[in-house]
C-alpha cells in the first residue's frame, strides 16, 4: 500500500507541472507497464482481471489525489511567481530521465533505422504544438463562467490532456500550458477545493473527457508498447526531447504573458536539483527491485 502511494503521489507531483509527465515517473521507477495494464484490465478484462487492476488503482490513486491536492495549493502559486525557477527545475529533470530510459530500453534502441523516423515524429509532435499555440488560441479562459463552448473545448483537452498523461514523454500539464488552459484548470480545482461551486459546470466537462481518453488511448499505448515497442519507445524518448521546447516557451502561455525562457533567465541550480531528483527515483526504484 505504502509503496504504491508513493508512486502515485511522486506521479501527481509530475502531472501537476508542464514538461513531466506522470507517465515518465512511472517509467523511471518501474512500474509504467503494470500502470498501463491495469487501466486497460479495469477497462476491457475480465471480471478478475478488473478486481485485481481495482484494488491496484485506488492505491496508486490515493497517492495521486494527496500529491495532486497538494500541488494545486502550492506548486500554482510558485509556478506564477517563479516560472523560470520551476520550469529550469524541469528541464533538468527531463535532462535527466532521457538517458536513465535509454538505458532502461536500450535493447529497443539497437534497432536505429527502424525508430529514428518516430523519434523525430515526437520531437515534431510536441514542438509544432507548442508553435501552433502561439498562433491560434486566444486569451486565458475564464472557468468560473460556463458556456457551452468553453465546455466542449475542455472536453477535448482533458481527452488529449489525459492521453499525454499516459505516455512518459510529454506531459499532460504541458499540452494544457499549450493549449491555454492550464493556469484556468489549477485555479478551478483551488476554486472548488475552497467551496466555490461557480467551478463545478466546467470541470465536468474537463473530468468526463478525461474518462474518454483514458479508456480509448489506454487500448492503443498498450498495443503499441506490446507490438510496436522499438518505434514507440523512440517516440517517446523523440516527445521528451520536444518538450524542452515547450518548457522554454511555457511562460509566454502564462494569464500574464512573461519573455520566453532565456539563457539569461534559466537557473543551473534548479536544473542540477531536477537531475537530482530524477535520480532519486531511479534510487527508490533500485531499491524496491532489489528486495
Excluded at 511567481?81 to 520550469?87: D, L, T
Excluded at 541550480?269 to 530524477?278: M, Q, S, T, Y
Aim: contains cysteine; glycine residues 12%; proline residues 2%.
Amino acid at each position: 500500500m505504502l509503496r504504491e502511494g508513493i508512486n502515485g503521489f511522486c506521479m501527481a507531483l509530475a502531472d501537476s507541472v508542464p514538461g513531466v509527465s506522470g507517465g515518465t515517473v512511472a517509467f523511471i521507477m518501474g512500474f509504467y507497464d503494470r500502470f498501463i495494464g491495469s487501466i486497460h484490465n479495469l477497462a476491457f478484462g475480465k471480471m478478475k482481471e478488473k478486481k485485481t487492476a481495482l484494488r491496484y488503482l485506488i492505491k496508486l490513486g490515493i497517492g495521486w489525489a494527496v500529491g495532486m491536492i497538494l500541488a494545486v495549493l502550492i506548486l500554482s502559486a510558485l509556478f506564477e511567481s517563479h516560472i523560470y525557477i520551476v520550469s529550469s527545475v524541469f528541464i533538468g529533470f527531463i535532462a535527466g530521465a532521457i538517458p536513465l530510459i535509454m538505458l532502461e530500453e536500450k535493447e529497443c534502441l539497437k534497432s536505429v533505422v527502424k525508430g529514428i523516423l518516430f523519434c523525430l515524429l515526437g520531437i515534431v509532435l510536441v514542438a509544432g504544438i507548442t508553435w501552433l499555440n502561439g498562433r491560434i488560441t486566444g486569451g486565458s479562459m475564464n472557468l468560473a463562467h460556463f458556456s457551452l463552448g468553453t465546455g466542449i473545448r475542455l472536453f477535448f483537452i482533458g481527452m488529449i490532456a489525459i492521453s499525454a498523461m499516459f505516455l512518459p514523454g510529454i506531459s499532460g500539464s504541458t499540452l494544457l500550458l499549450v493549449f491555454g488552459a492550464y493556469i484556468p484548470v489549477i485555479t478551478a480545482v483551488r476554486g472548488v477545493l475552497s467551496f466555490d461551486l461557480a467551478y463545478v459546470p466546467c470541470l465536468i466537462f474537463f473530468g468526463c473527457g478525461i474518462l474518454t481518453g483514458a479508456v480509448t488511448v489506454v487500448k492503443i499505448i498498450k498495443v503499441c508498447l506490446e507490438k510496436f515497442r522499438t518505434q514507440t519507445v523512440y517516440a517517446i524518448i523523440g516527445m521528451m526531447i520536444g518538450s524542452f521546447y515547450a518548457i522554454v516557451m511555457g511562460p509566454t502561455t502564462l494569464e500574464t504573458p512573461q519573455k520566453a525562457m532565456t539563457l539569461g533567465t534559466f537557473s543551473v541550480i534548479a536544473a542540477v536539483i531536477g537531475v537530482a531528483l530524477v535520480l532519486g527515483m531511479q534510487l527508490i526504484k533500485e531499491k524496491g527491485t532489489s528486495r
